[in-house]
């Protein structure tokens, strides 16, 4: 009993840490998901709680791999997982299937997949509180130490600065859900839906998509002049790329003189513009064989 009780406090610590560290290598996706299950109000304080929740996970994470206060850790693990238990109800319960962010964008989960990750890990830490050898320690240790790691966040991962980022509001695409272009390697492209040159490029692009294995991640801001709809450009053009639609100012802001303009995005700079050659400049950019 005593091994199985190790084994199982062990796999909960694991996934804590596991659970951490896909929230910090990407932290700006969780932000995001914050934002959208309206835990936040805005980027800033998603910024905020972001970190404090992942330094809260690799403190908890640590210190279960300790044997001290284990029947205390596990009570304060049913508190933290039966709360984000209730809120991924109320999320499956209006039938958000997007990535809940449980683990980052490393491994994605509707909020019903993680209710039964849940519950899953609530019966191990129930039967760890029920089994579990605990020793005692002075209690401002591992106070102090969950203090350290959770403000260390703010310093191991610092809060960029996006305000002079172009792309900071969109963070929803069809067809992709949550996405968080303000880190790694992004394209984004303007489109206007009934632009013959958009469609043409378009057109290449899904091509080339089709012919490489390494394309790169890709995503349309699209602008609806007309009547030519989502659906009628992507027929048109052979292609399938996650979408978001936007309004006239926006459309106007992004492009140069004329449509179309693919950004070069890379941790939330704007490496690179391209008007003109569009394709041959993303395959020189990425180093695309077909």
């Keep these: ?16 840490l596991f659970s951490a560290y896909t929230k910090a290598v990407g932290p700006g996706f969780f932000e995001i998901t914050l934002m959208d299950q309206g835990i936040a109000p805005n980027r800033l304080i998603a910024a905020y709680l972001a970190r404090f929740f992942i330094g809260l996970e690799f403190a908890l994470g640590f210190l279960m791999l300790l044997p ?3 029947k205390q850790l596990m009570q304060f693990t049913f508190f933290l997982l039966g709360g984000f238990t209730l809120h991924l109800i109320y999320l499956w319960s209006i039938g958000d299937t997007d990535n809940c962010g449980c683990f980052g964008e490393m491994i994605s989960m509707t909020p019903e997949q993680s209710i039964i990750k849940n519950i899953i890990m609530l019966t191990i830490a129930l039967a760890v509180f029920k089994t579990a050898e605990t020793k005692k320690i002075k209690k401002i240790i591992p106070v102090v130490f969950s203090a350290i790691t959770i403000i260390s966040m703010w310093i191991i991962l610092p809060i960029p600065n996006h305000n002079e980022f172009p792309f900071d509001s969109f963070t929803h695409f069809e067809t992709r859900g ?8 992004k394209l984004v492209a303007i489109f206007n839906l009934d632009c013959e040159h958009c469609q043409e490029t378009a057109n290449e692009l899904a091509k080339l ?27 048109i053009t052979q292609s399938s790329f996650p979408y978001d639609l936007i309004e006239v100012n926006t459309f106007f802001d992004l492009i140069g003189d004329s449509p179309p303009r693919v950004y070069n995005l890379k941790d939330g700079k704007v490496l690179e ?18």
């Design 68 to 70: 001290f206060y284990i």
């Design 209 to 235: 998509k089709r012919s490489v294995k390494n394309f790169p991640e890709f995503y349309v801001l699209y602008f609806q002049e007309g009547s030519t709809s989502v659906e009628d450009f992507e027929s």
């Design 178 to 185: 949550r996405v968080d272009l303000s880190s790694g390697e």
């Design 1 to 16: 009993m005593k091994f199985l009780s190790k084994t199982l406090q062990l796999l909960l610590a694991i996934t804590f």
């Design 273 to 290: 513009i391209w008007d003109t050659d569009i394709t041959r400049n993303l395959i020189n950019a990425f180093d695309l064989e077909h």
